[in-house]
């Protein structure tokens, strides 16, 4: 059997979820815009799940959109309000946002918008004082991620707001990562936008959320109907909305769990990993600022029979899924971006792994994959 420790790429449909959806894939089909008994109920569900996330979240339910996930949301988010502009103002990120962050700014500039994109610390964190650092007349919107998806920092996204506020500016936060790794409370943190995605909390892919602000407005950004108060048009993706609104009312009863859960896998495997392999990896990130759930490891290829870029797939044969800290592009294996901007070096960034654990993952799944690795490295 798989052993799966790549949650943070997506993680097993919790059963509960799955229930949930298929009354809404079998005899509850009709269309939420019709005002006929089949249409309605499924309105109901819509709003009821609304009324779910906004209670989670501590928001209220106009301030949430329902969208196809992560990437939407962020797109909806950065787009809608630069088009809800008519100035081409600056904007500040960071070098290693999540790609639905950086190529939708990167599309904006094409138009004449300008974007600062600010390295972070060797640890993977973006310092408050060089984004304040970088601020201009004209800056109008900060996006930082609240926790990276590769090294798990959890970024000090209070103090980011409170520079926005100071200076007018409004603050995105891709909270893709930490929603259900840790408490997301997006108006306390001071955020006038933040992202989620289902599939990260053993929901359905192809479903999430945006938050926006009631005092913020942006434009419409699927153009058709009406739907989401006229924000996004097209028919509701309803079994999916019943699936995320279950899988949040779970998380709003095991998220203490979880994360205990989640600690306690990490502390065990970097124990057993200094059992094993004492000083020959690093761990990269910050141990103190992290999400509990995700562990980047590099193992020295001076000291250990690394083969570059081939990790993944090595523990892939003897079935352990992982990330790798390299991606597949246009047939070669590259270095990940985000450990290139810490300033690590490629041949130890093609030695590094991302595990991530989920609310299914045990002990044992640990040993199999410390076992896995003496073997590919020939450690006895
Ligand atoms: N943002 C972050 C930080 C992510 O980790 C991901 C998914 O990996 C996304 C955005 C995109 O979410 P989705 O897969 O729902 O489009």
Known sequence: MTTYLDNAASTRIDGRVLEAMLPYLKEKYGNPSSAHKQGKILKVLIEDARDVVAD????????????????????????????SRNDKFHSITSSIEHPAVLETFSYLNKFGYETDIIKPDNKGKVSTENIESRIKNNTKLISIMHANNELGIVNDVKSISDVCKSKGILFHSDTVQSIGKMSVKPKELGMDFIT???HKIYGPKGVGILFIDENVKIDKYIHGGSQERNMRGGTENIASIAGLKCAIEILKESLDEDIKHYTELKSHLISELNNSFKDMFIINGDEV?????ILNVSFKPDRLKVSSGMLPIQLDLVDVSVSGGSACSSGSLKPSNVLLELGMEESLASSTIRISFGRFNVLEDNMKLVKSLKKIFGVV
Do not use: D, Q, R, V
Request: avoid cysteine; glycine fraction near 8%.
């Open 56 to 83: 989670f979240l501590f928001t209220k339910p106009k301030e949430i959109f329902f969208t196809s996930g992560g990437t939407e949301s962020n797109n909806f988010a950065i787009k809608g309000y630069a088009f």
């Open 196 to 198: 989620m995605s289902a």
């Open 289 to 293: 600022n992290s999400l509990p759930n």
